[in-house]
């Protein structure tokens, strides 16, 4: 997708929510449309785009040699001694109705109202989220590209090519994000393993702990993957793996989690509720008697984030449209003894469910 698609697309949006104006600063959204992301730091960057007229990136002088200028957007640097907020507030003009990125620093939309109290701002998501939630063929096949990369790092895992057993947690953490980058991503954003007991924790942070024969270990990991235009599309796998002969508790509760796993994989086609997705997996461990032991959603949307909408949550009743990007994750966690989650990418497409991944579902034995 261009950039002149990604701008007319937002500003189609803008016109539907009667946004005059819409101001994009740290996070995902401005990365989304113009292939730069702010640094999180205290110097305002800020794209302002007015729902018609030209667009400009605010960004600090010392950075503007980073942007990739496109002919969407010009740029206005502003130096050191400069208030960045009086240049948005003088671009702002008589725009009413402007939408702000959720994530922007708080004092900057503070000083944007203290400057002007009769503007009103809305999140920004309520322009960004129904195009950045619908996926482009073109972005469904970045996505995909992502997640076969961490596929062939999972298929190594469970064929026994990396070291598991006397390794540390914190050791095969860094080895897979080692990987992560390897494999074309420009960043691991993500490298969980957690072993035996600890994966009862569904987001453990790695640690000293040495991996041990006869135990699960949960690996949980992926990055963003950037095309030449600077927009990058993320990878969120999770497999796991057993270090010898697995206790007949475990691979019973594995069975409920992969059959639980596919159920929700299978359910999700287009027009079909996004808790209807969850329900079919949690219908099965439930029914098997875990239902305790899941103790999250199944999953969440990704796309130039790695947590995005829709989120595939009881109580979310939209039904999925085509271009809809997601993971379906269920676990079941045993405090005390032992975690296992499993989790695929899919696409809610016109033809049905398309996994993106495609590594081995099964509990690999190594
Ligand atoms: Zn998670
Ligand atoms: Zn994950
Ligand atoms: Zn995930």
Redesign the pocket.
């Known amino acids: 997708m261009s950039f002149a698609d990604r701008f007319a697309r937002a500003r189609a949006q803008m016109v539907e929510q009667n946004v005059d104006m819409l101001l994009l600063s740290v996070g995902a959204d401005l990365p989304y449309l113009t292939g730069y992301g702010a640094m999180p730091l205290e110097r305002l960057t800020m794209l302002v785009l007015p729902q018609d007229g030209d667009a400009t990136l605010v960004i600090p002088e010392l950075e503007a040699s980073l942007v990739n200028v496109q002919p969407e957007f010009a740029l206005h640097a502003w130096g050191e001694t400069e208030d960045p907020l009086n240049i948005v507030d003088g671009m702002l003009g008589s725009a009413t109705n402007i939408a702000i990125g959720d994530t922007t620093w708080a004092r900057f939309l503070v000083g944007l109202i203290e400057r002007n109290g009769s503007r009103t701002f809305q999140n920004a998501s309520n322009v960004m989220t129904p195009l950045r939630a619908v996926k482009t063929a073109d972005e469904v096949e970045r996505l995909r590209a992502a997640s076969h990369a961490v596929d062939r790092i999972a298929a190594r895992l469970q064929a026994g090519e990396i070291p598991v057993v006397g390794k540390t947690e914190k050791w095969l953490s860094d080895e897979l994000a080692r990987q992560i980058v390897e494999e074309g991503h420009g960043k691991m954003n993500f490298s969980i393993v957690a072993a035996g007991e600890n994966a009862a924790s569904p987001h453990h942070h790695a640690g000293d702990r040495v991996i041990q024969e006869n135990e699960g270990v949960l690996c949980?990991f992926?990055g963003t993957m950037f095309g030449d235009d600077g927009i990058g599309y993320c990878s969120?796998l999770?497999r796991c793996i057993y270090t010898g002969t697995p206790s007949a508790e475990f691979a019973e509760a594995y069975d409920v989690l992969f059959e639980a796993q596919a159920a929700s994989v299978a359910a999700a086609t287009v027009g079909t509720p996004a808790e209807e997705v969850d329900r079919a997996g949690r219908d099965i461990i439930e029914a098997a008697g875990y239902g305790d032991y899941f103790i999250h959603r199944t999953?969440?949307g990704?796309g130039v984030e790695?947590?995005e909408e829709p989120y595939i949550v009881e109580g979310n009743t939209d039904g999925l449209v085509a271009g809809n990007a997601f993971?379906v994750?269920p676990g079941i966690y045993i405090p005390g003894k032992f975690g296992m989650r499993l989790?695929d990418i899919v696409v809610a497409a016109d033809a049905g469910p398309d996994p993106l991944n495609m590594v081995d579902h099964h509990l690999a034995v190594i």
């Open positions: 949980d992926g969120d999770t999953g969440h990704i790695a947590h993971s994750e989790e």
